[in-house]
């Protein structure tokens, strides 16, 4: 069976994939960004996801990401995309748009955390570990050795009155002008408050902001270490990319 695979991350602003090389996670091949379209309605990220392809000259099976709870087939939740996501059924959807091929969907920050484990940082593969992306939103990846408890979505758990994502997202950070210094306090909220419902024995962040994680991880303050991601912005479409190959459908 080939080593190579494709994987698509579907975002807030862009939707971009790449054609991956399982054997270490590398791409091969430039990175394919298209704007998401607005209203980021199923129809339209299917038809931009099936461009993407066309871009890229693939044919094979596909693994798709998007900011959403997927079980069963199902996108459940939408916080950071249009609501007519909720109740779509996402196998249907990607067939109709991108033909008779092998689709695999499942949540963006489980796709990163997947990838992380696979080849990123080897902590990422021993213990109860959380992994978390900042960005428009936070998404969550919950570990045990390495695999996937999927779903966890705790970016949206109460902190102190309000919901994590809204307390310590990177969008809150450019939204509202805070200093590292003030951002990484909101962060160690949000992180305290998980360590004390999940004991997990490792936090790994990351996200794009995870590129500067020497800004803001020596500023955080709570009992379980915390590392920073190893893959950044690739850990996505990696992780899109395995769920294709091992078939991986949560
Ligand atoms: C969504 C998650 C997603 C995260 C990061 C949250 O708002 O609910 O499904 O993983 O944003 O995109």
């Known amino acids: 069976m080939?080593?190579?695979s494709f994987g698509i991350d579907v975002g807030g602003s862009g939707i971009k994939g790449a054609k991956v090389d399982l054997a270490n996670g590398e791409f091969i091949g430039d990175r394919i960004k298209i704007l998401t379209p607005q209203p980021a309605t199923p129809d339209a990220v299917a038809e931009t996801v099936a461009e993407v392809l066309r871009q890229a000259e693939w044919d094979g099976p596909v693994g798709i990401t998007l900011p959403s709870v997927i079980r069963n087939h199902t996108a459940r939740s939408a916080a950071n995309?249009?609501?007519s996501w909720i109740g779509t059924d996402v196998t249907e959807l990607f067939h109709r748009h991108l033909g008779d091929r092998k689709v695999s969907v499942l949540n963006d920050a489980d796709a990163a955390g997947l990838a992380e484990a696979a080849y990123g940082t080897p902590?990422?593969?021993s213990g109860s570990v959380i992994f978390l992306t900042f960005g428009t939103g936070i998404g969550s990846a919950f570990l045990m050795d390495g695999n996937l408890f999927p779903n966890s979505e705790i970016g949206h758990?109460?902190?102190a009155g309000k919901?994590?994502?809204h307390r310590a997202s990177s969008a809150v950070k450019e939204r509202e002008g805070l200093s590292w210094k003030k951002w990484a306090k909101q962060v160690s909220k949000v992180l305290q408050t998980y360590e004390k419902?999940?004991?997990p024995s490792l936090f790994i962040v990351g996200g794009g902001i995870s590129r500067k994680h020497e800004k803001w991880v020596p500023l955080l303050s709570c009992d379980t270490p915390v590392i920073a991601a190893e893959l950044k912005n690739r850990a996505g479409i990696v992780g899109a990319a395995m769920a294709a190959h091992e078939d991986i459908q949560p």
Do not use: Q, T, Y
């Open 2 to 4: 080939s080593n190579i």
């Open 157 to 159: 758990l109460e902190v």
């Open 163 to 165: 919901e994590a994502e």
């Open 81 to 83: 995309i249009d609501p």
């Open 197 to 199: 419902l999940f004991s």
């Open 123 to 125: 902590e990422a593969r």
